[in-house]
């Protein structure tokens, strides 16, 4: 049964095998071993995805701290590893028009500031690593699955051009059909130019190699289970070893277990995104399909299917699944991605999946991340919403500026912790309603 930090008191390091395309094609397979003897340092970060990890780099490297980097599992096991690969201006789940109503429009220009340092960022570690995660071309599609919604995509374009100078670019229907993808569900869209596709386990797997390169002490199969005050530090409980740090990071988002931390628990929904991988197209039907530059796209729906065409040829289709762990692995919900996916391309009848997985997405109640340090010496980065493969990196590098002390960014996400959902005890229930109210919207409106 999936491990499910909704309910689960604690992550195990006996955990089943994920089985995901990104396991079957990514080379690089370092395994770092448990911890095995009490340890001190001055910062412990928890989690080694691409939080956890950008912050141990960070704070080797620049501020050549003595840091330790702990998963559960291996490196990329969680959020960061089992991802649709999707590098995206953003994070959370405002677009800038949103931020611009909610912040005023000076504070929405400094989001998208953000969003663009974040995306540099990735780009500049993957040089500076020669991570070999299969970058494809640039170009992210936002779709428009109904008529209706092509005015939108309309205005959102000329916001975005005329109040912060960037060029997306507006697609009909027919340039759809005609420059990008065979598509019977896009009625307009919105091309990104600087997002792009990628291999995330890769990645996570060169992002690890980067911390150990600048210092950082990373550790595999080294679950926290128990987290102690130690006058201002901290004594953090494993399997084998007990860690005494000056300075705690928690870095593990959705996958925080119910009873490591239950104040960001209580915080941060866990959502089940489900992914299936097809077989191999064929010519026939990649002729049919007409699917150019191997961009990603996205669609406008309230409960949102993302999708790309991989480097061999195959189709990743991803939407939410299940509620609850216990139910991810029902092959309903990957039935259910198929038939969407043979919705929006024709000549797809035959096509079958080869892989499916699911993962947990952390998604906090005002559709907003936050980095915040709640009591001394404790830090957290949370709440991306399924996002946050460019932004994380970026977020990595703000946890190790807060541990240093430095000042962040006049950004909202970084004066506050992240709200405490309300009625927090039935969260599921009030997903389970969303979920029935983004189906009927979906559909009827």
């Known amino acids: 049964m999936m491990y499910d930090p909704y309910v689960d008191s604690e992550l195990t390091n006996c955990q089943p095998d994920i089985a995901s395309y990104w396991q079957a094609v990514t080379s690089e397979q370092t395994y770092y071993p448990q911890l095995g003897q009490d340890l001190n340092c001055d910062t412990l970060v928890i989690g080694a995805g691409y939080t956890g990890l950008n912050c141990g780099y960070e704070l080797a490297k620049r501020q050549q701290r003595d840091v330790i980097v702990i998963d559960a599992l291996q490196p990329g096991w969680g959020c960061s590893g089992r991802n649709g690969g999707f590098v995206l201006r953003g994070t959370g789940r405002l677009g800038l028009s949103q931020l611009a109503a909610k912040f005023g429009l000076d504070t929405a220009r400094l989001f998208h500031q953000e969003y663009g340092e974040a995306i540099a960022r990735v780009n500049h570690l993957i040089s500076e690593g020669d991570i070999d995660c299969q970058p494809q071309a640039a170009g992210y599609y936002k779709l428009a699955h109904k008529a209706n919604m092509a005015k939108d995509l309309a205005s959102q374009a000329s916001l975005l051009q005329q109040e912060f100078g960037y060029q997306v670019r507006y697609l009909n229907k027919s340039q759809i059909s005609g420059q990008v993808v065979n598509h019977q569900q896009a009625f307009a869209a919105l091309h990104f130019p600087d997002c792009y596709g990628l291999n995330p386990l890769a990645l996570a797997k060169g992002y690890a190699r980067l911390a150990v390169q600048a210092g950082a002490q990373l550790y595999g199969q080294t679950p926290a289970s128990l987290i102690q005050r130690d006058g201002t530090g901290f004594k953090v409980h494993t399997p084998q070893a007990i860690i005494t740090a000056?300075?705690?990071?928690?870095?593990?988002?959705?996958?925080?277990?119910?009873?490591?931390?239950?104040?960001?628990?209580?915080?941060?929904?866990?959502?089940?995104?489900?992914?299936?991988?097809?077989?191999?197209?064929?010519?026939?039907?990649?002729?049919?399909?007409?699917?150019?530059?191997?961009?990603?796209?996205?669609?406008?729906?309230?409960?949102?299917?993302?999708?790309?065409?991989?480097?061999?040829?195959?189709?990743?289709?991803?939407?939410?699944g299940a509620i609850t762990g216990k139910a991810a692995a029902d092959p309903v919900y990957a039935r259910r991605l198929l038939a969407a996916l043979k919705h929006c391309f024709a000549g797809l009848e035959q096509l079958n999946y080869q892989y499916q997985w699911s993962?947990?997405?952390?998604?906090?109640?005002?559709?907003?991340?936050?980095?915040?340090?709640?009591?001394?010496?404790?830090?957290?980065?949370?709440?991306?919403?399924?996002?946050?493969?460019?932004?994380?990196?970026?977020?990595?590098?703000?946890?190790?500026?807060?541990?240093?002390?430095?000042?962040?960014?006049?950004?909202?996400?970084?004066?506050?912790?992240?709200?405490v959902f309300p009625m927090t005890a039935f969260r599921r229930q009030g997903q389970q309603l969303y979920y029935q109210w983004g189906r009927f919207k979906d559909h009827f409106l």
């Open 246 to 320: 000056r300075n705690l990071v928690l870095a593990s988002n959705a996958y925080t277990a119910k009873g490591l931390y239950p104040a960001l628990n209580s915080s941060c929904l866990p959502v089940l995104s489900s992914v299936i991988v097809t077989e191999p197209l064929n010519s026939g039907q990649l002729q049919q399909l007409n699917w150019q530059l191997n961009s990603i796209m996205m669609d406008t729906r309230t409960l949102k299917y993302y999708y790309r065409l991989l480097p061999d040829n195959r189709i990743l289709f991803g939407g939410r």
């Open 359 to 419: 993962g947990w997405v952390g998604v906090s109640f005002d559709d907003l991340p936050r980095i915040h340090s709640p009591e001394p010496n404790l830090f957290y980065a949370a709440g991306y919403c399924g996002s946050g493969l460019s932004y994380s990196a970026l977020a990595g590098k703000r946890l190790a500026q807060l541990v240093a002390g430095e000042a962040l960014p006049a950004l909202p996400i970084y004066q506050t912790g992240l709200p």
